[in-house]
């Protein structure tokens, strides 16, 4: 068996990359549009002002669905 074996280099081109956010519906993204995912949604359609306001929506979310999910449980389970 040969031990010789050689790999190309691996290459980091614009293919590779995570792609950006597109606007969708008329809408524009702002350039400091860092933000990404569900508090990058909540910032875009006016929901949140900032990157931290976001985050503790979506964390008081959490906080309401587990509330909610005991009451479930406790109540008609």
């Known amino acids: 068996m040969s031990d010789d074996v050689q790999f190309d280099a691996d290459i980091q081109n614009d293919a590779m990359r995570r792609p950006a956010p597109m606007a969708s519906f008329g809408q524009s993204i702002p350039v400091s ?4 995912g569900m508090a990058g949604w909540l910032i875009r359609h006016g929901w949140a002002k900032s990157q931290q306001s976001a985050q503790m929506i979506l964390v008081a979310v959490v906080i309401i669905d587990i509330i909610a999910t005991f009451m ?3 109540y008609f389970l």
């Open 33 to 36: 549009a860092e933000s990404s």
């Open 72 to 74: 479930v449980i406790k």
